[in-house]
């Protein structure tokens, strides 16, 4: 199973290691999810870490379409409150903050125009959805089964 990939070549390493009835289950976030569009929009700013490129479904799908590979693709839709994120001061909703962004501490270190943009960008509709009262993130996870 392939979690967390830095490219897609990744997979025909991969498939190449199984044997002749082997199954390999890619399960990343889904480019239309809240997360890829994120990631889209502000990951260089967001991305402090030695990854830095963000791998989708998207991704996957256009790169096994391309090598002519087979794949079946099951989409799982799941949704996360993050209402809290808007609280000012509200520990909770910071901690999901920095989960989101994958930054430690982002309500407070984070620049000014920074965090008015992601802040901005996460109640947008690409992003989440406004239940009221609630601001629900699309938070859509992809597992693609590549033939062998």
Known sequence: MLYYMVDCVTISFFRSLLNENGKLLIILVAGESGWGKLWDTYGKELCCTEITHWVTA??????????????ETFVLPSTMDITECFIPGD?????????????????????????????SFLRSPDCSNNISPLLVWRNIIAVSLPSV
């Open 91 to 119: 520990k909770k909703g910071e901690l999901l903050l920095d989960f989101l962004t994958e930054l430690q501490d982002f309500s407070h270190s984070a620049p000014p125009e920074l965090k008015a943009g992601v802040m």
């Open 58 to 71: 998207a991704d996957i799908k256009r790169y096994l379409t391309a090598e002519g590979i087979s794949f």
